[in-house]
Nanobody
Framework: QVQLVESGGGLAQAGGSLTLSCAAS????????MGWYRQRPGEQRELVAT???????SYADSVKGRFTISRDNDKNTVSLQINSLKPEDAAVYYC?????????WGQGTQVTVSS
């Protein structure tokens, strides 16, 4: 019953900034957790950042201090502000939702970083 749609991916220069957004349709429960994963070519999908409904955040060490996750419960959106882009940040970024013991995924948005 939940659909996630990402936007904001694209090409950016190393050292630059980018904002990814994810809009969720359907009913989002207070117990839910939302976040972002990314997947580089040939690698496993990795967790980037998560945020609970009540505002608790967590980050992967590789992005801590550079990425900021935010969530608007009224709008059912979650965003990822990416600063100080590095070439290794290039990946397909996936919006993620976990609620009612089920995982939901967006289609992914490509982030490309030029040096």
């Amino acid at each position: 019953q939940v659909q996630l749609v990402e936007s904001g991916g694209g090409l950016a220069q190393a050292g630059g900034s980018l904002t990814l957004s994810c809009a969720a349709s359907g009913t989002i429960f207070a117990i839910s957790s939302m976040g972002w994963y990314r997947q580089r070519p040939g690698e496993q999908r990795e967790l980037v950042a998560t945020m609970t409904y009540d505002g608790r955040r967590s980050y992967a060490d590789s992005v801590k201090g550079r990425f900021t996750i935010s969530r608007d419960n009224d709008k059912n959106t979650v965003s990822l502000q990416i600063n100080s882009l590095k070439p290794e940040d290039a990946a397909v970024y996936y919006c993620y939702l976990f609620q009612s013991r089920r995982d939901y995924w967006g289609q992914g948005t490509q982030v490309t970083v030029s040096s």
